[in-house]
């Protein structure tokens, strides 16, 4: 049972451009989250994150959209630059029990062609 | 300061070895994640420890997986009897604090685990 769906799988932007990769999750519970940024032999990095109490969230050249009654978010990343290119995780985690734990998408692995 | 940090950063294996992964995370953080990520796949979550609290291993995909935290400090994730569908890149995550908090995990670069 996939509880968090990320689409595309795979993005190709202009240098320039607008990248937007769009994730959906099924359980209300949720209450955080993530965008991870992943380069070839790296872990995941945090980039931006958001909380179900704002609808956006804007970070330099990232923006995070939230509607929380379509159960959907999504990164905008403006301007995309060649280094940008990388693979994107979108997460969710919840605020009840014990679970510390993060639940991931599939990822999003964007090229940025100058 | 140092991150998180993981060893060996490739194990190569036979079918039906046992391997074990270390991961030392940012000193002072009390929680602790592994994960594991296979090609074209997003992370999923293994096991989580949380100071001296009872691991949350519903992650753990067979009894073949376990791991265990020493000190509150550095973890080491077994795999007994590998098999192929094994391979993979196992992550190691650690942060302040955990539960339902909103600390950032620090992943380590992983371990990239081959079984032949």
């Known amino acids: 049972q996939q509880q968090v769906k990320q689409s595309p799988q795979s993005l190709i932007v202009q240098k320039g451009g607008i990248s937007i990769i769009n994730c959906a999750y099924e359980?209300?519970?949720?209450?955080?989250f993530p965008w991870y940024q992943q380069f070839p032999g790296k872990g995941p990095a945090l980039l931006i994150a958001i909380r179900p109490d704002v609808s956006e969230k804007k970070e330099g050249r990232f923006t995070i959209s939230f509607n929380k009654s379509a159960k959907q978010f999504s990164l905008h990343i403006m301007d995309s630059q060649p280094g940008d290119s990388a693979t994107y995780f979108c997460a969710a985690k919840g605020s009840g029990g014990s679970q510390g734990n993060l639940i991931f998408g599939k990822g999003t692995k964007l090229s940025v062609k100058p | 300061g140092a991150g998180v940090s993981q060893s060996p950063s490739n194990k190569v294996t036979e079918k039906g070895k046992d391997v074990e992964l270390r991961c030392d995370p940012i000193?002072?953080?009390?929680?602790l994640y592994w994960y594991r990520q296979s090609l074209g796949q997003g992370l999923e979550f293994l096991i989580y420890?949380?100071?001296?609290?009872?691991?949350?291993k519903s992650g753990l995909p067979s009894d073949r997986f376990s791991a265990e935290r020493t000190g509150g400090s550095v973890s080491t994730l077994t795999i007994q009897r590998t098999q192929q569908e094994d391979s993979a890149v196992y992550l190691c995550?650690?942060?302040?604090?955990?539960?339902?908090?909103?600390?950032?995990?620090?992943f380590g670069p992983g371990t990239r685990l081959t079984v032949l």
């Open positions: 420890f949380q100071g001296n609290s009872a691991p949350d």
């Open positions: 000193s002072g953080h009390t929680a």
């Open positions: 359980n209300t519970a949720f209450d955080y």
């Open positions: 995550a650690s942060s302040l604090v955990g539960g339902t908090g909103y600390n950032e995990q620090f």
